[in-house]
C-alpha cells in the first residue's frame, strides 16, 4: 500500500498530503477547528463554499513520526496515518475525540454528472395538491456536464458519546447512536449537515447534495451523492456552547430577530381578508390575551390569477396601507406567506420569464441566480413590503416535493427517490438540498439594502448550515394533530437546534387536525367540526368555521402550545379548523384558562427570552439545548427525548399523553395526571410552580393537571420576568421580577435594545450583569453597560430569592449603577 507524503502549500497555511493518486489538505480556521479536504486525480477547487464564509488561517505545527504526521495547535492535534491517511482528532492534552476506521475512511468514486436543458416553448403540466400548485416541464434534453464525485466519510465513534444535529425529521429521533438519517429536504424534513456529539466536538460536511448518515448495521458513515471533493470541518471545544461558537464562525452569526418575534404569533390556513385578521385581533386586545403579529397564510394573491403573484387581492384587501397602520394601532405585526413558486402568466411569473430567471419548469425561480434573487425580492417590495408587512413567510422552500398524494406513504427509500429524482430535473445534483439558503439569502439581503430600522424575521420551511445568517426560522412542516407527532416533535427540535441553527418552531396543534383515508399525509385523530382547506375563491370567512368541536383536540391543543410557549417562536398554525383561544372554551373554562396562562407566562419571561436570544447572535448559545449536550457527564440524560432545556436555567417537561379526553370527547378515567421527569445530575432543580427543590440525578413524578407543565429551574439560575403585556414593551418602564434560584453561583446578562432594527450592531443596546455570590449571600448588579435611544434608564426591582429553607424578597430601584443586596441591606455606589 502507498505511503502518505507531505508538501507544505504555504500559500492558503495548509499541508497537502499525496497518497496514491489522491491529494489530502489540511488546514485551520481556527486554533480549535480543522477542515479536511480531499481530492481524487484534480486539483482542490477554487468556487467559494455556499455553507461556510471566507476564513482566515490559524498557525500550525507539523511533525513527522515513523507511522505518521502529527499536526498541532494549542487546542487541538490531528494524527495522520502514513499508510492510510486515517484520520485521529486529539485534544491538546491527548484525549481522543473521533477518529477515521484504520484503512482510511475517506472514499471518492468518480461520477458522471448531468443537465437538464429544458427549451423556452416546453410543455408545463400543472398540478394542484394540498401542498399547493406544483409545475413539471416535458421534454428535456440531458447532457453532459462534468465530473465529480460520490463520497463516503466514515468514523469510528467511542462507546458513551451521544451524538445530536442533522436537522429535523419525521422520526422523533433525539440521540443519533444507532440510526441512520436520509438527508435530502421535504415538507416535513429538514437538512443540516452538522452534528455534534456529547465528547465536544461536531462535524459539519460542506456538501449540499443528497447525502445518508449511518450508525448502525451498515456501518458508521456519512455518505453523499454528489461533490467535486470531500471537504468537512472537525469543531472542538470545551463544551456545546464552544463548540456551536466555533460553527458560527464558520457559518456566519445569527442576527438578532425583532423582539415581537418572541411574542405570540396568531395564524391558520387561512385568513380570507383584512376585515377578518382584524376582527380576531381586536378580539384578543377585547379579551387581554397578549399577542403580538398575526400571519397572512397562501392565496392572498388576487382570485383568479393563478398562484404565487406577490400582489394582494384589491377585493379582500382594498387598502393595504390603512390596514398595516391599524394593526400597528393595536401592537401587532403583519406576516405574510410568498412562494418560489409562480403559475399562470401572472405578472410576477412574466417578469421572471422574460429576464430567463426562472427554472426549467418556468414556474420557480431560480434562487442560485443572484439576478433572480434581486428581482425576486423587488417584486415583494413593491407589493408587500411597502404596503406594510412586517415579516415573511416563506413557505415550500423545497419547491420540487413530489410525493405529497396518495393513500399510502411510500417506502423511506423511496420518497427519497421521488422527492431528489424530481429536485433532480431542475437542479444540480449538487444543490439540491440548499435551494432555500439561497432564497433566505435574497430576502434578507434585499430587506437590508432598502431599510435599517426593521430586522429581517423569515419563517422558511426548510433550512441549511448557514441559514441562520439571514434572519430565519424554520418550522418542522405540516403534521398531524396526534399525540405521537407531538412526542416525536420534542426531540426533532432539539437536534435542529443542536445543528446550529438556533430558531425552530412548529404549527401548535399540527397542521392537519382531521383524517382524510385517501391521503397518508391528512391523518390527525379529530374530525368534529373540521372543515378541510379553504376554498380558494373564497371572499369571507366561513361562518361555520368556529373550531374542531373534539375536546380530545382541546387537550392536545393545549398541551402543544404549553410546549410551545418554550420554542424560540410561539405561534398557533394549520388547517381544518380555527385555533384563536375563543375556539377552546370561554374565560372561566378550564381549556381556555389553561391556554391563557401560558401566553401570559411567555410574556411574563420576555426579559429572559429577549437576553437568551442576544446570547445567541453575540455569543453563539443556544435557545433550545439538547439536556445531553449541557449534561454530558450523566449518561442517563443521552436518550431522553421528552425533556430539554429552554434556556441555560430551565428544563421542560412537556405532556405527551391524554389525560382528561381521548378522540371523540370521550372522558379519561383513572388515568394519573402526572409524568415522570429525570433531573439531571450535576445540579439540584426547583419545581418552577412549587419551588420545591430536589436533588439531581434522580426521577421523580411531577404534578400535571390541566393548567401545568412540569418545568423545574437549575439552582444557581437567575430569571428576570416582567408583567404579562398585550404585547412585548406595552409597558417599557414596568418593573422587572428577579427570580434567584440559589444553592451555586449565579449570573446572568440582562439584555436590552430599542427591539427592532439594526442599531444593535452599532453598539447602541445596554447590558446589565447580574451576580449571585453565594457563600457571601450577596447579590450584585453591575453597573450597565451601553445605551440606546428612548433606554429606561431607572426601574423598580422584586427580587425573590429561592431557596430550600424557602423564599425572600426584597424590592429596589435600579439607576444603572452598581447595586449590591446583602441579607437584606441595600448599598449602591
Not at 126 to 144: K, M
Not at 163 to 188: C, D, T
Request: some cysteine; proline content about 5%.
Amino acid at each position: 500500500m502507498s505511503s502518505v507524503s507531505a508538501a507544505a502549500e504555504l500559500q492558503s497555511n495548509a499541508t497537502v498530503f499525496l497518497w496514491k493518486d489522491k491529494m489530502l489538505r489540511i488546514s485551520f480556521p481556527s486554533t480549535s477547528i480543522v477542515r479536511v479536504t480531499c481530492t481524487d486525480g484534480k486539483p482542490f477547487k477554487l468556487t467559494p463554499s455556499r455553507i461556510v464564509l471566507e476564513q482566515r488561517w490559524s498557525d500550525f505545527s507539523l511533525e513527522e513520526q515513523a507511522s505518521s504526521f502529527v499536526l498541532q495547535t494549542v487546542d487541538l492535534k490531528v494524527i495522520v496515518d502514513k499508510q492510510t491517511a486515517a484520520l485521529s482528532y486529539f485534544r491538546s492534552n491527548g484525549t481522543l475525540l473521533l477518529r477515521e476506521p484504520e484503512r482510511g475512511g475517506k472514499w471518492l468514486t468518480p461520477k458522471a454528472i448531468n443537465r437538464n436543458v429544458f427549451r423556452k416553448d416546453v410543455d408545463i403540466a400543472y398540478a394542484q395538491s394540498t401542498d399547493g400548485i406544483r409545475a413539471a416541464a416535458t421534454p428535456h434534453e440531458t447532457v453532459f456536464d462534468r465530473m465529480a464525485f460520490e463520497t463516503k466519510l466514515e468514523f469510528e465513534f467511542s462507546d458513551g458519546e451521544a451524538l445530536f444535529g442533522l436537522g429535523s425529521h419525521e422520526e422523533g429521533y433525539g440521540n443519533l447512536r444507532g440510526k441512520s438519517r436520509l438527508l435530502y429536504q421535504q415538507n416535513m424534513k429538514v437538512v443540516i449537515p452538522y452534528f455534534v456529539s456529547t465528547r465536544g466536538y461536531g462535524v459539519l460536511l460542506d456538501c449540499c447534495s443528497l447525502m445518508k448518515f449511518h450508525d448502525d448495521e451498515n456501518g458508521s458513515y456519512w455518505w453523499a451523492d454528489v461533490v467535486d471533493e470531500l471537504d468537512f470541518y472537525v469543531i472542538t471545544g470545551d463544551n456545546f456552547d464552544a463548540v456551536t461558537l466555533g460553527y458560527h464562525r464558520l457559518t456566519g452569526a445569527a442576527p438578532l430577530p425583532p423582539k415581537w418575534a418572541f411574542g405570540y404569533l396568531q395564524s391558520k390556513e387561512r385568513y380570507v381578508n383584512a376585515a377578518e385578521m382584524l376582527d380576531v385581533v381586536r378580539e384578543y386586545r377585547r379579551r387581554r390575551i397578549p399577542l403580538d403579529a398575526i400571519v397572512l397564510d397562501w392565496k392572498s394573491w388576487p382570485n383568479g390569477s393563478s398562484w404565487g403573484q406577490k400582489s394582494l387581492d384589491p377585493l379582500r384587501f382594498p387598502d393595504p396601507e390603512n390596514f398595516a397602520a391599524e394593526l400597528r394601532t393595536l401592537g401587532v405585526h403583519w406576516m405574510a406567506s410568498i412562494w418560489p413558486i409562480m403559475t399562470g402568466g401572472c405578472p410576477d411569473q412574466r417578469e421572471l420569464l422574460e429576464k430567463d430567471l426562472m427554472l426549467g419548469n418556468q414556474s420557480t425561480y431560480n434562487a442560485f441566480s443572484p439576478e433572480a434573487r434581486r428581482v425576486y425580492w423587488q417584486q415583494t417590495e413593491r407589493a408587500l413590503f411597502c404596503k406594510g408587512v412586517d415579516a415573511w413567510w416563506c413557505d415550500c422552500t423545497e419547491p420540487f416535493e413530489a410525493d405529497w398524494s396518495g393513500a399510502v406513504k411510500p417506502d423511506p427509500d423511496e420518497r427519497l427517490a421521488i422527492n431528489t429524482n424530481e429536485s433532480k430535473l431542475y437542479l444540480d445534483p449538487a444543490d439540491i438540498n440548499a435551494y432555500s439558503l439561497l432564497h433566505s439569502q435574497g430576502i434578507y439581503e434585499g430587506q437590508r439594502s432598502v431599510i435599517d430600522d426593521r430586522r429581517v424575521l423569515n419563517l422558511t420551511r426548510s433550512s441549511y448550515a448557514g441559514q441562520h445568517r439571514y434572519g430565519t426560522v424554520t418550522w418542522s412542516g405540516d403534521i398531524c394533530a396526534t399525540w405521537d407527532a407531538l412526542r416525536r416533535s420534542i426531540p426533532e427540535g432539539a437536534n435542529f437546534c443542536a445543528a446550529g441553527e438556533p430558531y425552530w418552531t412548529l404549527d401548535i396543534g399540527g397542521f392537519f387536525i382531521a383524517s382524510k383515508p385517501e391521503l397518508w399525509f391528512w391523518r390527525g385523530d379529530y374530525n368534529d367540526g373540521c372543515r378541510g382547506l379553504t376554498a380558494i375563491d373564497a371572499l369571507e370567512p366561513d361562518p361555520n368555521d368556529t373550531g374542531c368541536r373534539d375536546l380530545g383536540y382541546w387537550e392536545l391543543y393545549t398541551r402543544w402550545l404549553q410546549y410551545a410557549a418554550f420554542l424560540p417562536m410561539f405561534r398557533s398554525h394549520g388547517t381544518d379548523a380555527a385555533r384563536e383561544i375563543w375556539r377552546f372554551g370561554d374565560q372561566n373554562s378550564p381549556f381556555y384558562d389553561a391556554i391563557a396562562r401560558f401566553i401570559r407566562l411567555r410574556y411574563q419571561l420576555m426579559p429572559y427570552i429577549y437576553s437568551q436570544a442576544a446570547e445567541v447572535t453575540f455569543s453563539s448559545a443556544s435557545i433550545v439545548r439538547a439536556v445531553a449536550l449541557e449534561f454530558p457527564h450523566d449518561r442517563n440524560t443521552f436518550d431522553l427525548i421528552d425533556q430539554y432545556l429552554f434556556g441555560s436555567a430551565l428544563l421542560v417537561c412537556p405532556v405527551t399523553q391524554p389525560m382528561y379526553y381521548d378522540k371523540q370527547s370521550q372522558p379519561l378515567t383513572g388515568i394519573v395526571r402526572s409524568r415522570t421527569v429525570y433531573l439531571p445530575a450535576g445540579a439540584d432543580w426547583f419545581d418552577f410552580w412549587s419551588a420545591e427543590l430536589h436533588t439531581g440525578g434522580q426521577q421523580i413524578i411531577a404534578q400535571a393537571p390541566l393548567d401545568v407543565m412540569p418545568l423545574f429551574v437549575r439552582a444557581g439560575s437567575i430569571i428576570p420576568m416582567a408583567e404579562a403585556m398585550q404585547y412585548v414593551d406595552e409597558l417599557p418602564c414596568a418593573a422587572y421580577e428577579l427570580r434567584i434560584y440559589t444553592g451555586r453561583d449565579a449570573s446572568f446578562t440582562l439584555y436590552e435594545d430599542a427591539g427592532d432594527g439594526y442599531a444593535y450592531e452599532r453598539g447602541e443596546f445596554a447590558r446589565v450583569r447580574i451576580e449571585w455570590i453565594e457563600a457571601a449571600g450577596e447579590l450584585v448588579l453591575r453597573a450597565r453597560e451601553g445605551e440606546f435611544p428612548r433606554m429606561v434608564r431607572e426601574r423598580e426591582f422584586c427580587v425573590i430569592l429561592f431557596s430550600n429553607s424557602g423564599s425572600q424578597v426584597y424590592n429596589f430601584r435600579y439607576i444603572g449603577m452598581e447595586l449590591r443586596i446583602c441579607t437584606g441591606k441595600e448599598q449602591g455606589r
